[in-house]
């Protein structure tokens, strides 16, 4: 996986962000397991995840996935997102 530095950072980042919108919802925490294994396997660092995903469970099973290396993840996130009336 090619990657880029984060401005002046030093941090290295992943040229692809996989988004992780279906984490808890349409995945479920196995499926979503397996999904993260798979693109960190592939080189990804880079996450996007929001509050509304899943009711924040997107949120909660990333956190859960990310325990132990933190550090080498760069990741995304939105808050008060809510879409409707």
Not at 19 to 29: C, I, N, V, Y
Not at 30 to 55: H, L
Not at 57 to 85: A, F, W
């Amino acid at each position: 996986m090619k990657t880029k530095l984060l401005g002046r950072t030093g941090v290295s980042v992943s040229e692809l962000c996989f988004g992780t919108m279906s984490f808890g919802g349409d995945a479920d925490e196995p499926t979503s397991a397996a999904m993260y294994k798979a693109v960190r396997d592939a080189g990804i660092n880079f996450f996007d995840t929001a509050d509304e995903y899943s009711k924040g469970k997107s949120e909660e099973i990333l956190g859960r996935l990310m325990k132990g290396h933190r550090d080498e993840l760069v990741v995304t996130t939105k808050v008060n997102s809510q879409q409707g009336p």
